[in-house]
């Protein structure tokens, strides 16, 4: 009775037998996966399935180091992390943020915030990266394109000089990052030197970190092979959940069909303000009317500039100096263009393929293969870098040109431009 019930609860609201096949894919995907079971213990909010989606949001969400000393970190810690991660990214339901942090409830709500990573991000994807077993000297780039953009709510005071010492601590982290990055490129450049002619394959020529290690200790190899055969089995799992995967969805609609509605309270709650001492309302409240004064004068002298101009058009407009004002801005379109295109199809060639690639050490005299050529790579990018440079300089000297010719229709108002960067 026990196991039949079971069967009905899995397949209740998504009329197929492939949920348990989707679920246990996406398990053994996950970092620290639960079972199938926790995950249908937490559709119906029982306690027990809570403490592993805890772990398992803990192991997604937080950086590899952390993640080495998870050990040491306790549940409410790890529960902390979590919190403090989802609200960052703007998760939307205020309920996660209520939960306690001892585990030992909120089961459905945790398994909500896992469907929203899944859906928010190519969750799937970046762990794939994380875990994937490296044979050869990869290079890629140096970094992401940043830390996730912080939504944090207004009612959070910000404290300006703690912004700027994380801002300092962040610039010491990344020039450290790239002197690291140049220290470990120097030394696989000495290893691929010193491994000249190894490798059984002519177009590589040489050995990779990996496997000098394992030429040099080769009960390592076991452990190589282990790490393989874990790669294969996520990557089956990828393909299996791939194939599921809208089975999952259609179960998840019927998750969120019986979660319980936050009320009229929770919709109703009010926006919560900045705090603002009450000795500062009253210079705020003149400071709001003189910026209400400057609206009103700038909307007038607005009006009255368009006023003019579209009386100038169609004064020009009826002769022929509109068709030549017409004529000339399109040919100076037509040249930013075509320079443009020349600057960017400069050195044509195949598009270089984005992501990691192998490192192999080449010498001047050697015959140019279908690879990278990484000094090329890097001239490419630094012209390109330059091209983006000048037109970004072009644009905002034609932004400050236009708003210093606003900022003069207003008479006794001092426009101080802000310095280029």
């Not at 994380?166 to 220290?183: D, N, P, T, V």
């Not at 072009?394 to 210093?404: F, N, P």
Request: aromatic share 4%; charged share 25%.
């Amino acid at each position: 009775m026990g196991r039949r019930r079971r069967r009905v609860d899995w397949a209740a609201g998504v009329g197929t037998g492939t949920l348990p096949e989707a679920i246990a894919a996406l398990s053994r995907l996950l970092p620290a996966g639960p079972s199938p079971e926790i995950f249908r213990r937490a559709k119906f909010d029982r306690p027990e399935a809570a403490p592993a989606l805890w772990r398992l949001l803990f192991h997604v969400l937080a950086p590899l180091p952390e993640r080495g000393a998870s050990a040491s970190l306790s549940p409410e810690a790890q529960a902390r992390l979590v919190k403090a991660v989802l609200c960052s990214q703007g998760y939307p339901r205020p309920v996660l943020a209520q939960l306690p942090e001892d585990g030992s409830q909120g089961s459905r709500e945790l398994l909500l915030a896992l469907s929203w990573l899944l859906a928010r991000e190519p969750l799937i994807e970046r762990l794939l990266v994380q875990t994937r077993v490296q044979l050869g000297d990869q290079s890629g780039a140096l970094a992401s394109s940043g830390p996730p953009v912080l939504h944090m709510g207004a009612e959070v005071p910000v404290d300006l000089r703690c912004v700027q010492w994380l801002m300092g601590k962040l610039r010491f982290r990344w020039r450290h990052l790239i002197s690291s990055q140049q220290e470990q490129c120097t030394l696989l450049g000495k290893i691929h030197l010193y491994t000249h002619g190894c490798h059984s394959d002519q177009n590589l020529g040489h050995l990779s970190v990996t496997e000098t290690e394992m030429l040099r200790d080769p009960e390592g190899g076991q452990q190589l092979l282990w790490a393989l055969e874990c790669e294969n089995t996520r990557l089956k799992a990828a393909l299996e959940w791939r194939r599921w995967e809208l089975v999952f969805w259609r179960w998840m609609d019927t998750v969120l069909g019986i979660c319980p509605p936050e009320g009229p309270a929770a919709a109703s709650r009010p926006t919560i303000l900045p705090r603002v001492p009450e000795q500062g309302l009253g210079q705020l409240e003149q400071v709001a009317q003189e910026l209400q004064a400057l609206h009103e004068e700038l909307l007038e002298a607005g009006a009255a500039r368009r006023v003019a101009w579209e009386a100038q058009v169609e004064g020009l407009g009826r002769g022929p100096q509109w068709s030549s004002v017409r004529r000339a801005s399109q040919e100076a379109v037509d040249q930013e263009l075509a320079a443009l295109r020349r600057s960017w199809e400069q050195d044509r060639g195949p598009t270089p393929p984005q992501g990691p690639h192998r490192l192999v050490r080449r010498e001047e005299s050697a015959a140019r293969t279908q690879g990278l050529q990484a000094a090329g790579l890097a001239r490419l990018l630094r012209r390109q870098e330059a091209c983006l440079q000048a037109t970004l300089h072009r644009l905002q000297g034609q932004c400050q040109q236009e708003l210093a010719r606003l900022a003069g229709a207003l008479p006794g108002l001092i426009w101080i431009p802000p310095p280029r960067r």
